[in-house]
């Protein structure tokens, strides 16, 4: 079955750099939009990147900059580069996959940015 697991959070100081993993299994992975979100307490779940299947890319306003989305499509993994990293971008990160009418979810990995 369909499964994605995120990888790669953790706490880091303002100012720092984290990279998230997504490796994706039992999805054409090829064929898929994939996207992360984030979701912080009391918030609502939000997108922060997507990345199509060919390979076009769109950022929250928040992250542009400072975020960068990847896909390898060899190792059915996705990336989120994050750099520049603030307090108000701790949350837990999502990874989603979209193909027609099916969409996945990853459990999520939490990332925490202080001092």
């Known amino acids: 079955q369909a499964q994605l697991v995120e990888s790669g959070g953790g706490l880091v100081q303002p100012g720092g750099s984290l990279r998230l993993s997504c490796a994706a299994s039992?999805?054409?992975?090829?064929?898929?939009?994939m996207s992360w979100y984030r979701q912080a307490p009391g918030n609502q779940r939000e997108l922060v990147a997507a990345?199509?299947?060919?390979?076009?890319?769109n950022y929250a306003d928040s992250v542009k900059g400072r975020f960068t989305i990847s896909r390898d499509n060899a190792k059915n993994t996705v990336y989120l580069q994050m750099n520049s990293l603030k307090p108000e971008d701790t949350a837990v990160y999502y990874c989603?996959?979209?193909?027609?009418?099916?969409?996945?979810w990853g459990q999520g990995t939490q990332v925490t940015v202080s001092s």
């Open positions: 989603n996959a979209k193909f027609i009418t099916s969409v996945y």
């Open positions: 990345i199509t299947r060919g390979g076009s890319t």
């Open positions: 039992g999805i054409p992975f090829n064929s898929n939009d």
